[in-house]
Each structure stands twice: as C-alpha cells, then as structure tokens.
C-alpha cells in the first residue's frame, strides 16, 4: 500500500490511466487491510483508553476518512476503471476531495506507520546490533530535517487546507528528485510519530513510579 501511495502521488509522471489502475489496487489493497486487520475494530470497546492509544485511534480513525474520501472521489472522476459506473456530476467538488484526500491521506499514512515502527525498529538492532542505535538515529533526523524542508517546498500546507485547487505538477523534474522528496517527508512523519509515542509512554512510566 505504501508503496502504490507513492506510485499515485508522482501522478504527472505516469499518466491517468495508470494512475486509476493503481487507484483501483490500491481500493483493494485497502479493503484486503481492513479485513485482515478486523480484530482492531472488534478491540475498540475493550480495555482503557491511555493517551498513546487515544491518539493511535485518531490517526487511525482520520486515515480511514481519508481513504474513504479518495475512493469516492476517484471513482467519480474516473475515465476508464469506473467509467462503466452510472455516476454523473460532482466533478468539481470531486477533485477538491481528492486533492484533499490525496495529501491529508500521504501524511497519515506515514503517521500509522510511525506508530508501528517500533516494530521494525527492534528487528534492525535485532539484525544488526544495538550498537548501531546512534547511527540509525542520527540518519533518521538528518532525513526528517530534510522531509520537513521538502514540506516547505511542495506547498504541503495549502494543498492541506485547500487554500489552492491547482496543483503545480513539474512534468521536466526528475522522477528520482520527486520521490526523494517524499521518502523524506514520509520518514519526518514517522520520526514524530515513533519518537513521540516514546516520549509519552516514558512520562507515563515516570508518573506511575511517582505514584
């Protein structure tokens, strides 16, 4: 999924056609997720809710919306995959969801992986050692640093709250230049979302020795 995100978002450089077959893989990839992943709903009333997992639910909970916005509004606009379907008008309104979709569901996606990088996270010092920690670390900020420079400068923050329904899409930049961009931005999102998660579960452990 993570990867057919990224084919998606470099729209300009593969066509529309290609972009709404890998919509369309990417609606089922997603649906396939919910299903395999269904014992996270049936969890929803069980158990307290902390303060790590309140927020894991809300990003959670807003990737879901996003994800439900850029299905209805490719399909209202689609041209080939869905255009066998009897949906007609709304386009305007179509495209600003899915520039909305679009950008809100990148940064969220990149903040649910956040939550579950500890997961790969303990399988590199696993493999390789925990004394590499350091080296992981300061290649993981020098990449966010970068990643929050690559938000500046694609515009994230009105694209994010539609303050333009134009996207400028630079057909002669190099495909590599692009996706760079994005690596770097997704992994600021999830050096945020892992490093915070840490902090909060260790001001969580400090309280409860306190008390």
Known sequence: MTLTFFFLMGYHFWGEM????????????FISHQILNRSWYQSLLRGKYTTVRLLMLVVNILLLAAMVILMYSGITMSR????????RGG???????????????F??????????WGMVWNKLEKKN??????????????????GAY????????????????FVFLDYSEPKMLFYLDYIA??????FI???????????????EIRI
């Open 150 to 165: 690559a938000f500046i400068k694609r515009d994230f923050l009105i694209f994010l709250f539609l303050k333009s329904e």
């Open 91 to 105: 386009m305007a309104a179509a495209r600003k969801l899915h520039l909305l979709g679009s950008y809100w569901g």
């Open 107 to 116: 940064l969220l996606m990149s903040l649910h992986l956040g939550v579950h």
């Open 18 to 29: 290609a972009h709404e077959w890998a919509g369309a893989g990417m609606f089922i990839l």
């Open 193 to 207: 979302t892992h490093y915070g998660l840490k902090l909060l579960k260790k001001k969580k452990k400090q309280t």
């Open 80 to 87: 080939y995959v869905f255009a066998f379907l009897p949906v």
């Open 129 to 146: 050692g925990k004394q590499n920690r350091y080296l992981y670390l300061t290649g993981s900020l020098l990449i966010a640093v970068y």
């Open 185 to 190: 931005l997704m992994e600021l999102c999830i």
